[in-house]
């Protein structure tokens, strides 16, 4: 396969390698990803994470797999454990079933190959298009809010939300973005807070608890997340911690938007409450962990209760900021992405 990068998938003589997204900020070091039980292994421990790329980085090795000679039954084999890796993105769904036509064709191994090439080439696409949609929404001098990563850690390109920051940020508008850190795995704290670094883009590092302060002192003037599944009825799941940023963002006026691909919109779920929320390990909240360093601070064996997402109701967001455009809460009442099905 032709030899591709991004800022966390390497791909050069036919071997794929992700960026550490665990070691990050403190080390950069490219892990080999040669099987699926290895792929498996680095999505659930979030060594590849954020909805656009757990899904490229499955098709790229299915591809690989193919290339390699199994066999369309261990293809199939191999589709079905990626899918489950990860429950709430939907975005991984989405590609797997794009691949998994490929595999139905005659020529099943070239057309694995193109498809996943082009997934890739198509995420970089649609987070220029969600950057450029995006930064028309933002006023001059803009203090924003922004939670988890969405850049292009993420995804094969610019990002999501962060690409709309970075898109608007190049055109002269944004005053200071808000991090935040992100708990329990300290997305914000760790990754975006190094994303906004590289990228010149002024951000100050906040605690999650920080932000209804901010909020109310009038130091947020919008607040921009991802998402991991778009529900039919436009409610959104992403990373835990967002929907207090809506609730609290709704209460104090502030336009709340969310910036994602058509790949992350499920039209075959009706609402929220039919998204699958992952539960994680109960050593992610009883302490940290990480290439800093571990420590526990809860008690040994404590009761623990770890979402991974949780989900924003679609009366909270002031504006979707996709691909194709950025839908109003208008159009959602009015059954648009319902419609997308049809
Ligand atoms: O658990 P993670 O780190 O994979 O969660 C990521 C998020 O919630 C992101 O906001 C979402 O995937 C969008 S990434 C462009």
């Given at each position: 396969?032709?030899?591709?990068?991004?800022?966390?998938?390497?791909?050069?003589?036919?071997?794929?390698?992700?960026?550490?997204?665990?070691?990050?900020?403190?080390?950069?070091?490219?892990?080999?990803?040669?099987?699926?039980?290895?792929?498996?292994?680095?999505?659930?421990?979030?060594?590849?994470?954020?909805?656009?790329?757990?899904?490229?980085?499955?098709?790229?090795?299915?591809?690989?797999?193919?290339?390699?000679?199994?066999?369309?039954?261990?293809?199939?084999?191999?589709?079905?454990?990626?899918?489950?890796?990860?429950?709430?993105?939907?975005?991984?769904?989405?590609?797997?079933?794009?691949?998994?036509?490929?595999?139905?064709?005659?020529?099943?191994?070239?057309?694995?190959?193109?498809?996943?090439?082009?997934?890739?080439?198509?995420?970089?696409?649609?987070?220029?298009?969600?950057?450029?949609?995006?930064?028309?929404?933002?006023?001059?001098?803009?203090?924003?809010?922004?939670?988890?990563?969405?850049?292009?850690?993420?995804?094969?390109?610019?990002?999501?939300?962060?690409?709309?920051?970075?898109?608007?940020?190049?055109?002269?508008?944004?005053?200071?973005?808000?991090?935040?850190?992100?708990?329990?795995?300290?997305?914000?704290?760790?990754?975006?807070?190094?994303?906004?670094?590289?990228?010149?883009?002024?951000?100050?590092?906040?605690?999650?608890?920080?932000?209804?302060?901010?909020?109310?002192?009038?130091?947020?003037?919008?607040?921009?997340?991802?998402?991991?599944?778009?529900?039919?009825?436009?409610?959104?799941?992403?990373?835990?911690?967002?929907?207090?940023?809506?609730?609290?963002?709704?209460?104090?006026?502030?336009?709340?938007?969310?910036?994602?691909?058509?790949?992350?919109?499920?039209?075959?779920?009706?609402?929220?409450?039919?998204?699958?929320?992952?539960?994680?390990a109960a050593e992610e909240i009883t302490g940290v962990s990480g290439s800093f360093g571990s420590c526990q601070w809860a008690p040994l064996n404590a009761p623990t209760y770890n979402p991974a997402f949780d989900v924003?109701?679609?009366?909270?967001?002031?504006?979707?900021?996709?691909?194709?455009?950025?839908?109003?809460?208008?159009?959602?009442?009015?059954?648009?992405?319902?419609?997308?099905?049809?």
């Amino acid at each position: 396969m032709q030899a591709l990068n991004t800022t966390s998938l390497s791909l050069q003589d036919s071997r794929l390698q992700i960026l550490d997204q665990q070691a990050l900020p403190q080390e950069k070091c490219w892990l080999p990803c040669d099987s699926v039980d290895e792929l498996v292994g680095h999505i659930r421990a979030l060594r590849v994470r954020g909805a656009p790329l757990i899904g490229l980085s499955a098709s790229l090795l299915l591809a690989l797999l193919a290339e390699r000679g199994l066999s369309q039954a261990e293809l199939e084999q191999a589709l079905q454990t990626l899918s489950a890796s990860r429950p709430t993105a939907v975005n991984l769904m989405n590609n797997l079933d794009r691949m998994k036509q490929a595999l139905a064709q005659p020529d099943w191994v070239s057309t694995m190959t193109e498809e996943a090439l082009r997934l890739v080439e198509e995420d970089r696409t649609l987070c220029d298009r969600i950057a450029d949609n995006g930064a028309e929404w933002v006023k001059p001098g803009s203090r924003l809010l922004t939670h988890c990563n969405t850049g292009g850690l993420a995804t094969a390109g610019v990002g999501t939300a962060i690409g709309v920051l970075l898109r608007a940020h190049q055109q002269g508008k944004i005053a200071q973005v808000w991090v935040d850190e992100t708990r329990p795995l300290l997305q914000g704290g760790r990754l975006t807070a190094w994303e906004l670094g590289e990228l010149g883009i002024p951000y100050r590092l906040i605690c999650d608890s920080m932000a209804a302060s901010l909020m109310a002192t009038g130091q947020v003037d919008a607040v921009w997340v991802g998402a991991d599944r778009i529900a039919a009825n436009g409610d959104v799941a992403n990373k835990i911690g967002t929907y207090s940023l809506a609730v609290l963002a709704h209460y104090h006026r502030i336009p709340f938007y969310v910036a994602a691909p058509h790949t992350t919109h499920d039209p075959h779920c009706p609402n929220g409450a039919a998204i699958p929320i992952e539960q994680r390990a109960a050593e992610e909240i009883t302490g940290v962990s990480g290439s800093f360093g571990s420590c526990q601070w809860a008690p040994l064996n404590a009761p623990t209760y770890n979402p991974a997402f949780d989900v924003t109701p679609a009366a909270l967001i002031s504006g979707w900021v996709l691909d194709s455009g950025v839908i109003t809460p208008e159009q959602v009442a009015d059954g648009i992405f319902q419609r997308a099905l049809a």
